[in-house]
């Protein structure tokens, strides 16, 4: 299937302000420390599925919801002021947890690592 490239211009343009407005103007302590991976907004704008992704493992992922649940409206006023269509969408804000899991897949291959090591080691002949 082709994909829109109207609806995809509007997908990264609503990243790219809800990734600046969650980082660096909420100053609510629950959403500290996340990014927003991923923006799927609607064909018809009524809704914008919004994928966040805490950049700890310890981060109490119900809270940042429920921070994230109360800063909505900041969140659109600021976007209506910064993005010009016909109908802001509402923000349906859901965790991606595949950064998290994509970091616990690093760090057991880097515990692998030195089993390699020793095992190309010992094959290698002496001189």
Do not use: C
Not at 68 to 73: E, P
């Amino acid at each position: 299937m082709v994909r829109n490239y109207r609806k995809q211009r509007l997908d990264e343009l609503f990243w790219e302000e809800l990734n600046s407005i969650i980082m660096y103007e909420l100053s609510d302590p629950r959403v500290d420390d996340i990014g927003v991976t991923q923006v799927d907004v609607s064909p018809d704008l009524t809704t914008a599925r919004v994928f966040v992704t805490p950049f700890y493992e310890d981060v109490d992922t119900r809270e940042v919801l429920a921070g994230l649940k109360a800063a909505q409206g900041f969140i659109r006023t600021q976007l209506a002021q910064r993005i010009k269509v016909r109908r802001m969408p509402e923000l349906i804000f859901k965790i991606d947890r595949s950064y998290l899991e994509a970091r616990r897949v690093d760090e057991i291959l880097d515990s692998l690592n030195p089993l390699a090591e020793t095992h190309t080691d010992e094959e290698t002949p002496s001189d």
